[in-house]
């Protein structure tokens, strides 16, 4: 009886200690999850205030859109380091030939470092209208000619569109455009379904699409789990695609196309054969 009582005991003590562990082990992420996102927070902020002076100078000199490079660059190499991300780039070269439509799938906040390495010159990007109202992030996007585009209003984001095929001609700028128009948050490589505007833009404007895919990365970062490792993210720039064949009536065409090309790539670079 004794010996009963002695292994229940036993298994007592082993099972609180790990309920402990579990605990510290539970506790500990996510107090390093945090820690890093708050470190992002403050270069956020900091990079913001820099791009608003810098943005002063880029367009005295008449390059405004050159600010979003300059701050681009910033994240990449000085806020992801700091949170353990560096990068692994493929086929760069193919930024060159712009000016162009950018395009780049969306997965989660942290795409705001990545996409800094690979940010072309003379471009400037096209974001959500609640993102003007930021403090010092919308005031830098502002000045550096960001294009806001309010989804949820037809004819303001018709007049939106109009307006930016205008300005980056008359400028000669690339615009940068997330297809998937939210964050897709998936833990597999997987995209949502592209809208159609960026599409009708590049139809608009004679422009090819240069099309950026950015492997899965939940296990660098996952912000579901709380979970932020850091480690390597892998980036595949792919070769211009031409709009000259496309009308605004099999415009869907193009879409499926430059879709099924970026999944095909996201698919390879991301060694990822998962299934939901």
């Given at each position: 009886?004794?010996?009963i009582s002695?292994e ?8 609180h ?7 510290c082990?539970t506790?500990?992420r ?18 913001s205030?820099y ?5 002063i ?6 390059r ?5 490079w300059l ?7 000085c ?12 086929g760069?070269?193919h ?20 996409m ?5 010159k003379?471009?400037v ?5 609640s ?18 585009i309010?989804?949820k209003?037809h ?6 569109t109009?307006n ?11 615009l940068?455009?997330?297809?998937e ?5 998936f833990s597999?490589s997987d ?9 009708h833009?590049a139809?608009?404007?004679?422009y ?14 996952n ?10 993210v892998?980036?595949?720039?792919l070769p211009?695609?031409?709009t000259q ?12 196309y430059t879709r099924?090309?970026m ?11 998962k299934t939901?």
């Amino acid at each position: 009886m004794s010996d009963i009582s002695s292994e229940d005991s036993q298994f007592t003590c082993y099972l609180h200690l790990g309920i402990i562990l579990l605990t510290c082990f539970t506790l500990y992420r996510f107090f390093h999850f945090h820690v890093k996102a708050a470190l992002t927070l403050v270069w956020v902020f900091l990079l913001s205030l820099y791009g608003c002076f810098a943005a002063i100078f880029c367009a005295a000199v008449g390059r405004r859109a050159m600010t979003n490079w300059l701050v681009a660059r910033g994240f990449a190499y000085c806020a992801a380091p700091c949170v353990g991300v560096t990068f692994e780039i493929e086929g760069e070269e193919h930024l060159k030939n712009g000016p162009a439509i950018v395009i780049c799938n969306h997965q989660a906040s942290l795409d705001v470092l990545i996409m800094g390495r690979v940010f072309p010159k003379d471009c400037v990007v096209m974001a959500k209208h609640s993102l003007k109202y930021v403090p010092f992030l919308g005031n830098f996007m502002r000045l550096a000619a960001a294009v806001f585009i309010d989804r949820k209003n037809h004819e303001s984001a018709l007049r939106t569109t109009q307006n930016a095929v205008e300005f980056i001609k008359k400028n000669k700028l690339s615009l940068w455009i997330f297809p998937e128009g939210t964050r897709s948050r998936f833990s597999k490589s997987d995209l949502l379904p592209f809208k159609k505007g960026a599409f009708h833009l590049a139809l608009q404007a004679k422009y090819p699409i240069i099309p950026i895919v950015i492997a899965n990365y939940t296990d660098v970062y996952n912000s579901t789990t709380k979970h932020w490792p850091g480690g390597v993210v892998k980036i595949k720039v792919l070769p211009p695609v031409s709009t000259q064949k496309y009308t605004p009536e099999n415009v869907g065409e193009l879409v499926d196309y430059t879709r099924n090309m970026m999944l095909d790539a996201l698919k390879d670079i991301s060694n990822d054969t998962k299934t939901e």
